[in-house]
């Protein structure tokens, strides 16, 4: 009797080694399956990613990782039921509803790339909240739905008062409708309290220049040029010169 209790227990140890070591090698395929994808062998990241899925069908990141390669090869509804499965099997993972939010917005599903933004920006266990707002600001901005693009521009600057790339944001949407006072008060308003940022300084050139204000669109310039001389933005004032709009 001891020794088929003995021998039970040791083949379940067996057992439960050869799971690990599937779910081992799952892990190892899919970094190897995202590695071939980011060098754009899609066809070999098919295969790894495959290979993934047998040895470990109920991993989130095995089916996240499928979610991004069906979307490269522009198979949306493989993508999209993998991008689900990855939510059903961890759904306050907020990489994954990051994830599957971008790609919504990418194939014209603003409102709900929207709402799961707005679930990630709002979930616990994300720790930058601001970058899912600004993403759901961005997200409606490709439809021309600028008003509620302002207000998630505004919430991720409500999070985090120093984000540079949503006050830029924010702040490039007033001045693409024309509005310079507006986006003006935005930009200085910003810099009062944080530091510039290469595109926040170049918009505050061109939002000067455009309110007939040249003193203090060659301090913007001189700004960018000391803080950011190797910057693109600083290169780009010359064409900015030639091409004031």
């Given amino acids: 009797m001891g ?4 021998a039970g227990g040791l083949g379940g140890c067996a057992n439960q080694q050869a799971i690990q070591q599937r779910h081992n090698a799952a892990i190892y395929n899919t970094e190897l399956g995202i590695a071939f994808m980011r060098r754009g062998q899609l066809a070999v990241a098919q295969r790894t990613l495959d290979r993934a899925l047998r040895e470990n069908p109920g991993s989130p990141d095995v089916h996240s990782a499928r979610a991004l390669l069906f979307a490269r090869l522009r198979e949306p509804k493989k993508a999209d039921r993998e991008f689900r499965e990855a939510l059903r099997l961890a759904p306050k993972n907020p990489d994954y509803q990051n994830n599957y939010a971008v790609y919504l917005c990418s194939v ?9 933004f707005t679930e990630a920006a709002n979930n616990p266990l994300y720790m930058t909240p601001e970058f899912a707002y600004e993403n759901a600001g961005i997200c409606l901005r490709s439809a021309h739905r600028n008003v509620e693009a302002a207000q998630m521009f505004r919430n991720a ?4 008062p120093n984000f540079g790339q949503a006050a830029w944001e924010l702040a490039d949407l007033d001045y693409s409708e024309g509005k310079l006072a507006q986006a003006r008060q935005e930009i200085d308003a910003f810099l009062a309290s944080n530091h510039g940022t290469p595109d926040l300084l170049l918009l505050a050139v061109k939002v000067t220049r455009a309110q007939k204000d040249p003193l203090d669109a060659e301090l913007y310039a001189r700004r960018l040029q000391l803080d950011f001389p190797n910057s693109a933005q600083a290169r780009a004032l ?3 010169g030639r091409n004031p709009g």
Wanted: charged share 30%.
């Fill in 3 to 6: 020794a088929a209790l003995l």
């Fill in 108 to 116: 014209g599903r603003i409102d709900k790339g929207v709402k799961i």
């Fill in 157 to 160: 600057l409500a999070v985090r």
């Fill in 238 to 240: 010359a064409d900015l």
